[in-house]
């Protein structure tokens, strides 16, 4: 929505600090937590991003629409994942690096695919990226 408004700059900016978020927050419950930990870095800096968002467009817009069924669906996404990732953590403890990033991939391979089946903007946002990458 904020490219949208074009304000692609701030759209770039809010992911850059979500990004960079993500992956501190991850790596810090990591080692306190364990694989959980990144779970909950992801909800939480999910949750972070909208809120990040909502504000930016409160500032830019006259009335901002909360998109509280789309962060319906992150956090029901958010929640799979982190029974799956909970799940095969008890079939398969994380012994390595190796382990730790297997663990890792199945829940990026299961929140992302939770998201595209669940959700119609996440569908049309990955249909216009593969159709920009394809165009080149």
Same mark, same amino acid.
């Given at each position: 929505?904020? #490219?949208?408004?074009?304000?692609?700059?701030?759209? $770039?900016?809010?992911? &850059?600090?979500?990004?960079?978020?993500?992956?501190?927050?991850?790596?810090?419950? *990591?080692?306190?937590?364990?694989?959980? /930990?990144?779970?909950?870095? $992801?909800?939480?800096? $999910? *949750?972070? #991003?909208?809120? !990040?968002?909502?504000?930016?467009?409160?500032?830019? *817009?006259?009335?901002?629409?909360?998109?509280? +069924?789309?962060? /319906?669906?992150?956090? &029901? &996404?958010?929640?799979?994942?982190?029974?799956?990732?909970?799940? &095969?953590?008890?079939?398969?403890?994380?012994?390595?690096?190796?382990?730790?990033?297997?663990?890792? /991939?199945?829940?990026? !391979?299961?929140?992302?695919?939770?998201?595209?089946?669940?959700?119609?903007?996440? +569908?049309?946002?990955? +249909?216009?990226?593969?159709? #920009?990458?394809? *165009?080149?």
């Amino acid at each position: 929505s904020l #490219d949208g408004l074009d304000f692609p700059e701030l759209n $770039t900016a809010v992911s &850059a600090v979500s990004l960079v978020a993500n992956v501190a927050l991850g790596v810090w419950l *990591a080692f306190r937590m364990g694989p959980l /930990g990144i779970v909950i870095a $992801t909800v939480v800096t $999910t *949750a972070a #991003d909208y809120l !990040l968002r909502l504000y930016f467009l409160s500032c830019i *817009a006259t009335r901002p629409a909360f998109p509280a +069924r789309e962060l /319906g669906k992150q956090v &029901a &996404a958010s929640a799979l994942m982190g029974a799956v990732v909970w799940g &095969a953590l008890q079939l398969l403890p994380v012994r390595s690096w190796v382990d730790l990033v297997v663990l890792v /991939g199945l829940g990026v !391979l299961v929140y992302g695919t939770c998201l595209v089946v669940i959700s119609s903007a996440v +569908r049309q946002t990955a +249909r216009s990226v593969f159709e #920009d990458a394809v *165009a080149g």
